[in-house]
């Protein structure tokens, strides 16, 4: 029991985070189709700094500073130029992909995965089978609660919902939509620079090409299967990696008599589902304002 619990916490906690990216995102009035690509680019540059650099928070704090140099691009060819956010997102997302590789080829001239010496901190032995989990896990529950508490129970979340769902009068009372959305952007570069980091350096200490898997789609589906709360949306999350974890319990389970593909596309087949019943039960999403002004202006 307790090595499921770790399998879940261990593919749950980067699913996490980005899910959190994707709720702040959204509470501001944008679809963000570009997690996938941000969270890769904090794998690889997790592994990358901890590579050149030898330390770990070096290569944290240039995982941070990549992804919200690419939450900031986001933001202006959105706010700025007036790109439908849709297309934006799935080319950061290709960006990510393709730079990711770009980068790993042209420092070490190859397209093999990368390894690093060490990782991200763990708990430690004296938790038995928790041990090895790393503190970004030991902090999530944390994280989500303080998103929580920012987004309910604060001024700047109420801010930021109205930016979201009624820019127009937000603009009205005084309140900058587009600098509320930058905001809303960084931070969720920030976790999703977290969510690549802990998914990279957090057991594996390995970082490969298209290693994400989809994670930071299953990020989006989550914040839609959760409506848009931090809380629900982190269930939601949670739920897609208990999914996973049982697809690998299955693994070991019925060996050959279930087709392999079949148990490795759970995640991805209760991702589906999740995204058609909640469309089912609630017909769509609060960030339907906030687009409708990025797109009509």
Same mark, same amino acid.
């Given at each position: 029991m307790e090595d499921f619990l770790v399998a879940i916490l261990r593919s749950g906690t980067p699913?996490?985070?980005?899910?959190? =990216?994707?709720?702040?995102?959204?509470?501001?009035?944008?679809?963000?189709?570009?997690?996938?690509?941000?969270?890769?680019?904090?794998?690889?540059?997790?592994?990358?700094g901890i590579t050149l650099t030898q330390s770990i928070w070096i290569a944290l704090?240039? =995982?941070?500073t990549v992804c919200v140099l690419g939450s900031?691009?986001?933001?202006?060819?959105?706010? !700025?130029? !007036?790109?439908?956010?849709?297309? =934006? &997102?799935?080319?950061?997302?290709?960006?990510?992909?393709g730079g990711t590789a770009l980068a790993v080829q042209s420092i070490f001239g190859t397209q093999a995965a990368v390894s690093a010496a060490f990782g991200l901190p763990r708990i430690g032995s004296a938790f038995g =089978?928790? &041990?090895?989990?790393?503190?970004?896990?030991?902090?999530?529950?944390?994280?989500?609660f303080a998103m929580w508490v920012v987004l309910r129970r604060t001024r700047f979340g109420l801010r930021l919902a109205a930016s979201g769902e009624h820019p127009f009068a937000a603009r009205g009372v005084g309140i900058n939509p587009a600098a509320m959305r930058l905001v809303a952007l960084m931070i969720g570069?920030?976790?999703?620079?977290?969510? &690549?980091?802990?998914?990279?350096?957090g057991s594996l200490q390995i970082f490969a090409q298209?290693?994400?898997?989809?994670?930071g789609f299953m990020g989006f589906a989550a914040?839609?299967?959760?409506?848009?709360h931090p809380i629900g949306a982190t269930l939601a999350a949670v739920f897609f990696a208990v999914v996973g974890a049982l697809g690998i319990r299955a693994q070991l389970a019925f060996g050959d008599r279930i087709p392999h593909d079949l148990l490795l596309a759970l995640p991805y087949i209760a991702?589906?589902?999740?995204?058609?019943?909640?469309?089912?039960?609630?017909?769509g999403t609060k960030a339907a304002s906030g687009f409708g002004e990025l797109r009509d202006q």
């Open positions: 699913l996490i985070y980005v899910t959190l =990216a994707g709720v702040i995102a959204q509470r501001a009035g944008i679809w963000h189709l570009g997690l996938e690509g941000l969270m890769i680019t904090g794998a690889c540059a997790t592994i990358l704090a240039g =995982a941070i900031i691009l986001f933001w202006f060819v959105v706010e !700025k130029l !007036k790109a439908n956010q849709i297309i =934006a &997102g799935l080319g950061l997302t290709g960006l990510g992909l =089978a928790f &041990g090895s989990l790393s503190m970004l896990v030991v902090i999530m529950p944390v994280i989500v570069g920030v976790l999703c620079a977290l969510a &690549g980091a802990e998914l990279a350096a298209n290693m994400t898997a989809g994670r914040v839609i299967f959760g409506a848009g991702t589906i589902l999740g995204i058609w019943l909640s469309t089912q039960l609630r017909g």
